[in-house]
Every structure is written in structure tokens, then in C-alpha cells.
Nanobody
Framework: QVQLVESGGGLVQAGDSLRLSCAASGRTFSTNAMGWFRQAPGKEREFVAFISTSGGVTRYADSVKGRFTSSRDNAKNTVYLQMNSLKPEDTAVYYC?????????????????WGQGTQVTVSA
């Protein structure tokens, strides 16, 4: 069982940048494709980004495409989400999770081993 811990969230102004980290326990991290999701108050958890085991394949929600970039360092058991040009509508708790299928999927049900989340707040 992989355990995930997100960090790097905070309060920023519109236009600023943040880099989230997702640190994983376990020796099998490099074999796990990963995903990033977010959940704003009163809204459902939504897909943000997917990254394959090697990092060679990524996929992004239309709302963040061109602004967010996911990467990973398998030697450090860590996945990153670089968030640029942040907008107030990006405010949410951000979660990382392990892809159950290994494929690029946006479905919440296809991920497991969720972290506890990290809060990102973007002021106008």
C-alpha cells in the first residue's frame, strides 16, 4: 500500500505560482502512474493532471492546460504539480492519488491511496 503526503499549498495572489509535492512511501512508486485532483468547497472532486510512470505521458484538464505542469522524480518518490498564472478559481484542496489502471484517466474512481490534500487559496 502506497502512502501519499501532499505539501506546498498556501495563500497566493492571482498570477502567482506554486509548486505542490506529493511524496510517496514504498518501493513500488516508480511503477505507479499518478494523478492530481482538486476539490473546491461545495463542489465535486475534479481531475487536474495525470502523469505516467516514467513521466513521459501527461494529461491535463482543459481548465489548467498551459498553466499547470506535472513532473516526477522516481529517485525521490515524489510527484510535482507546478502551477503558474494561478486564478481565484484554482482555489481548492489539491490531492494526489495512484492510478489503478496505469492509463491516462480522468475518472475519480480509477484512483486510490489518496493523500490528505493540501490547501491552495488564490486571492483576486
Amino acid at each position: 500500500q502506497v502512502q501519499l503526503v501532499e505539501s506546498g499549498g498556501g495563500l497566493v495572489q492571482a498570477g502567482d505560482s506554486l509548486r505542490l509535492s506529493c511524496a510517496a512511501s514504498g518501493r513500488t512508486f516508480s511503477t505507479n502512474a499518478m494523478g492530481w485532483f482538486r476539490q473546491a468547497p461545495g463542489k465535486e472532486r475534479e481531475f487536474v493532471a495525470f502523469i505516467s510512470t516514467s513521466g513521459g505521458v501527461t494529461r491535463y484538464a482543459d481548465s489548467v492546460k498551459g498553466r499547470f505542469t506535472s513532473s516526477r522524480d522516481n529517485a525521490k518518490n515524489t510527484v510535482y504539480l507546478q502551477m503558474n498564472s494561478l486564478k481565484p478559481e484554482d482555489t481548492a484542496v489539491y490531492y494526489c492519488a495512484v492510478s489503478s489502471t496505469g492509463y491516462s484517466t480522468t475518472r475519480y474512481a480509477n484512483y486510490h491511496s489518496w493523500g490528505q490534500g493540501t490547501q491552495v487559496t488564490v486571492s483576486a
